[in-house]
Structures are given as structure tokens and as C-alpha cells.
């Protein structure tokens, strides 16, 4: 049984899914998941086509996924920023997918 304020749903069972990846996540070395973007930003930026396109799908995946599970922590400016930053990753990714960036 639910006790108030306990995620129920979707919300619950995707926070369940999310556990091990978060946790291996986690106990990667810090520098890790710094080099993995860069890496994503400089397919999306220097690649072209749908290479490109790809990259930055993948870190806006990545971005979306983390910005779902800290939602209920935010604060309207903190959500608007991941909307923010999520906007413009998809529309470069667009942008390069069509070849027009």
C-alpha cells in the first residue's frame, strides 16, 4: 500500500527500471559520463547528417530520462531549464538530421 507522497504509477514503475542503470551510473569513475558527452556533442557538432543527428538524440535521451527523474525535486526555473536545454538539443538534432546546421 501507497503512504502519501510515494510515487504511484508509471512514474513508480519507471524509477524502479531506473535503479541499476542509476546505481551503475553512479560507480563509473566522475570523469566518465563527462567524456561520454563531450564525445555526444562533438559527433553532434562536427559529424554530419545523421551521424550528427544521433549524437545529439542520444544526449537529449539522456538529459529527458535525468530531468523525469529529478522533476518532482525541481523548482519552476530548474524546469524550465531542462525544457530549455531539451529544445535546443532536439532542434539541432533536427537541424543536422535534415542539414540545415
Known sequence: ??????PG???????RRSAAPVV??????RWTLLVAVFAL?????VGGGWV??????????ALA????????????SGKALRIVALAILVGFA?????GRL
Not at 1 to 6: N, P, Q, S, V, Y
Not at 65 to 76: H, K, Q, V
Not at 94 to 98: H, V
Request: positive net charge; proline residues 4%; aromatic residues 10%.
Open 1 to 6: 500500500m501507497r503512504t502519501k507522497g510515494e
Open 52 to 61: 550528427a543527428a544521433a549524437g545529439l538524440l542520444v544526449l537529449a535521451a
Open 41 to 45: 556533442l562533438v559527433v553532434g557538432m
Open 94 to 98: 533536427l537541424g543536422r538530421g535534415i
Open 24 to 29: 551503475f551510473l553512479h560507480r563509473l569513475p
Open 65 to 76: 530520462w535525468f530531468a523525469y527523474l529529478n522533476w518532482p525535486a525541481l523548482d519552476g
Open 9 to 15: 504509477g508509471l512514474r513508480a514503475a519507471i524509477e
